[in-house]
């Protein structure tokens, strides 16, 4: 079982910035479809970015939220800008293994998921 773990999340005000990474056990992000979700209290988890060999965004975080990987690291991060309260929320690394054709944000398709890294926007 390839293991995902998260970390860099936190308490930030309004208006500010964090970047979140997300370690893989193993060298697959080259290979796999890599995405970021979230979760906030009481809704259903929502896409946020997704990576392969192209990029792709949740309507709610296009422009401020940039989504990049180091393979050499095997790590993925999510740079978020211009953060907002209804960013608030528990964010997920999650991965697959498929071609660049078959990444998507298909929840069901995700098998490996990290532990979570919780952020929280508030004034």
């Known amino acids: 079982q390839v293991h995902l773990t998260e970390s860099g999340g936190g308490s930030v005000l309004p208006g500010g910035s964090l970047t979140l990474s997300c370690v893989v056990q193993e060298d697959i992000i080259s290979r796999y479809c890599m995405a970021w979700f979230r979760q906030a209290p009481g809704k259903e988890r929502e896409a946020v970015a997704l990576?392969?060999?192209?990029?792709a965004y949740g309507d709610s975080v296009k422009g401020r939220f940039t989504i990049s990987k180091v393979n050499a690291n095997n790590t993925l991060y999510l740079q978020m800008n211009s953060l907002k309260a209804e960013d608030t929320a528990m964010y997920f690394c999650a991965a697959f293994r498929a071609g660049s054709e078959l990444c998507s944000f298909r929840q069901g398709a995700f098998n490996l998921w990290g532990q979570g890294t919780q952020v929280t926007v508030s004034s």
């Open positions: 990576l392969h060999r192209y990029v």
